[in-house]
């Protein structure tokens, strides 16, 4: 039962990571969340390649406001360049963390931005 959180995140990641993988049809979307950013990025894990990236420190004036806007800024970001790529669906994989806040925040923005998953 003595878990920390690092262990814990790392178990559920191994049990979402078992059941999603990415190909050249479908790539994987993953987030990754700091303390104080948010990283994403669209992998084919077939060939191994990151198809498209993109975090809050590459958005524009993503510095200056809330943790959670800031996740909707990246959202929009990843799914522009995911279009320009020709990449319309995706599998998301919200990498151990909860699909709550800043995760909900970037995917719903992502699924405006026209991703479909």
Do not use: W
């Amino acid at each position: 039962m003595g878990q920390n959180k690092l262990e814990r995140r790392a178990r559920i990641k191994r049990s979402i990571r078992k059941n999603i993988s990415g190909s050249a049809e479908r790539p994987r979307l993953s987030v990754y969340r700091s303390n104080t950013q948010l990283y994403a990025q669209i992998i084919d894990d077939v060939s191994g390649k990151t198809l498209a990236s993109s975090g809050s420190l590459k958005v524009e004036g993503a510095q200056k406001i809330a943790k959670v806007e800031q996740a909707k800024m990246v959202g929009k970001a990843l799914a522009e360049k995911a279009k320009e790529a020709g990449i319309t669906e995706v599998v998301f994989d919200r990498n151990g963390y909860l699909y709550h806040g800043r995760v909900k925040s970037f995917a719903e923005s992502a699924r405006e931005g026209g991703l479909k998953f």
